[in-house]
């Protein structure tokens, strides 16, 4: 029975290694490369994961804090894309799991960031992932409207995570509150599962 | 810090995504990327093919796959005895070319309709007999989907909508507000689709492009501390540009040549695509509304008036190039 939630962590690291956003290519035939590039992360594990961690991290830290996240996220993301061209043969796994490990860790550990390592930490994971979504970008698909929809989903997405992660800690001050410790539990978990993914992409 | 600017900031980051979506093949958003494919029946099982509207991409480009027992090699088509029954195909269906019907016209019994949509790429031919279960549930399938596709892709409709989000705020005056755009273009939907009325298309959308262009002015003027018609009464703008708006919407039925019967069913599950669609974005913007109140993030008071002219650049933009492919053909 121990070994459940260690198998649950490891079967998630299994799952962000090999996730694809395939599914995308489908919205894509269907409602044009804006709605692509805003579904893109959304069937990517790596992407959720992150971005929810970041949002969480931001949202923790309160609302002086968290919002200058909203612009700062989706122009990393719009960086992130126009870098995609030059890291196009390099995989972003180590780096996803090094930032999944980190946050997981300053979740856990409750941590005071100060607001331009909270900035620098957004933005370091917008740039990431906006590259890694622009690594599997075909010829045919029209880049402009691709990068409004990624940036669109990426203030949508930061902006809802943080609003809600404040609402939840509402009146949670006291670190021993169900709250805070709900969330730095989740922390521990977002931790365990980019140490696991870092494991199995060295290893591999 | 005022409920306004919360609302305002949410509806910049809106309004610049929209704005992506200004591009030269914006200003056709409703002239759908469709092609028409008449199937007529000379002997049984052995039909005449022709394209009476060629898509953009080229009839040749268009990869149709027939039921398997079925011989295409246009304009020949021959089924044998079994006749034209059973699932019909496009697989390269994309943003240019988002819309194929097939009419099929038998010796004996109605021409019949079916719709091949990015949204439904398989269609089934069922024969003469009258509509099934399955009939209905696919056509209910089609319609919905293609329905809000419609709205989705329609940046005008929903920066129009944006607008009046924006002018009147949330709570039940936003309810009624959007009520009555929504009964506006349902019945002019239905009036344009049924024959009742008829307006040109591309005049039609250079006054769509028009009324958000209006509702541009309208919010410049409530930042002035002025009160326009639209935050004075702004059902009544709702629901006559809802008109206006909804005529549009016959623009994407109009040209698939449904059968008569299958009309007022396609009609109902379409308005209910465009309106699932719709809703979606107006809860969107709530949301995003509530999480800058919770974030305490406004804007800054030098960009007040940014989004409000974007809206007005943007609709006149669509307008002049609407008007242009009113009277020249692009």
Not at chain 1, 129 to 142: F, H, S, Y
Not at chain 2, 156 to 178: A, E, N, P, Y
């Amino acid at each position: 029975m121990k070994l459940k939630p260690v198998r649950a962590l490891m079967a998630a690291a299994i799952l962000l290694t090999g996730t694809s956003a395939a599914d995308a290519h489908i919205v894509a035939a269907r409602l044009g490369d804006f709605y692509m590039g805003a579904s893109h992360p959304l069937t990517d594990l790596q992407d959720v994961v992150l971005w929810i961690a970041t949002g969480m991290l931001a949202g923790t830290l309160g609302a002086s804090k968290g919002r200058w996240l909203i612009p700062v996220f989706p122009i990393g993301l719009l960086v992130g894309l126009s870098l995609a061209p030059v890291f196009a043969t390099v995989s972003t796994q180590l780096a996803d799991a090094t930032m999944m490990l980190a946050i997981g860790m300053l979740l856990a550990a409750a941590a005071q960031v100060p607001t331009l390592v909270l900035c620098a930490i957004a933005f370091a994971v917008a740039v990431i992932r906006g590259a890694a979504n622009g690594a599997e970008l075909g010829p045919e698909t029209d880049r402009l409207l691709f990068a409004a929809g990624l940036a669109c989903v990426g203030y949508g997405a930061i902006t809802l995570t943080m609003a809600l992660t404040v609402l939840f800690k509402r009146n949670a001050d006291s670190v021993t509150s169900w709250r805070a410790i709900a969330v730095r539990a989740l922390g521990g978990w977002i931790a365990a599962i980019g140490l696991m993914m870092a494991s199995l992409v060295l290893a591999s | 810090m005022s409920a306004i600017r919360y609302l305002r900031l949410a509806l910049l980051g809106l309004t610049l995504a929209l704005t992506a979506l200004l591009r030269p093949s914006a200003l056709s958003a409703h002239e759908a990327a469709m092609g028409v494919l008449e199937f007529r029946e000379v002997r049984p099982g052995a039909f005449v093919g022709r394209w009476s509207i060629e898509p953009s991409i080229g009839a040749s480009r268009v990869d149709l796959r027939m039921p398997s027992h079925c011989f295409l090699r246009l304009p020949e088509m021959n089924c044998g005895e079994k006749g034209l029954v059973g699932p019909i195909t496009i697989s390269n269906l994309g943003s240019n070319m988002s819309v194929v019907l097939i009419k099929v016209i038998p010796i004996e019994g109605e021409p019949r309709s079916y719709t091949i949509s990015t949204a439904n790429p398989v269609v089934t031919v069922l024969g003469t007999d009258a509509p099934t279960l399955e009939a209905w549930v696919e056509l209910a399938k089609t319609y919905a989907n293609y329905g809000i596709d419609h709205i989705l892709l329609g940046a005008d409709h929903l920066l129009f909508v944006l607008g009046l989000i924006w002018i009147v705020g949330g709570g039940w005056r936003l309810v009624k507000t959007i009520t009555a755009f929504t009964i506006g273009h349902s019945a002019s939907l239905a009036a344009a689709a049924f024959g009742l009325i008829g307006v040109p298309e591309r005049p039609l959308n250079a006054c769509i492009a028009l009324s958000i262009a209006f509702v541009g002015v309208e919010i410049v003027k409530q930042q002035r501390g002025e009160t326009g018609l639209t935050a004075r009464y702004p059902w009544i703008v709702a629901f006559t540009f809802g008109l206006v708006h909804g005529i549009g919407f016959a623009g994407a039925l109009a040209g698939l040549g449904l059968e008569r019967r299958l009309l007022p069913a396609a009609l109902l599950f379409f308005n209910i695509g465009v309106e699932i669609g719709q809703l979606a974005f107006v809860l969107l913007v709530l949301a995003l509304i509530w999480a800058h109140r919770r974030l305490d993030a406004v804007v800054p008071r030098w960009g007040e008036a940014v989004p409000a002219y974007l809206i007005g650049s943007v609709s006149m933009f669509w307008f002049f190039g609407r008007l242009a492919r009113v009277f020249v053909a692009i």
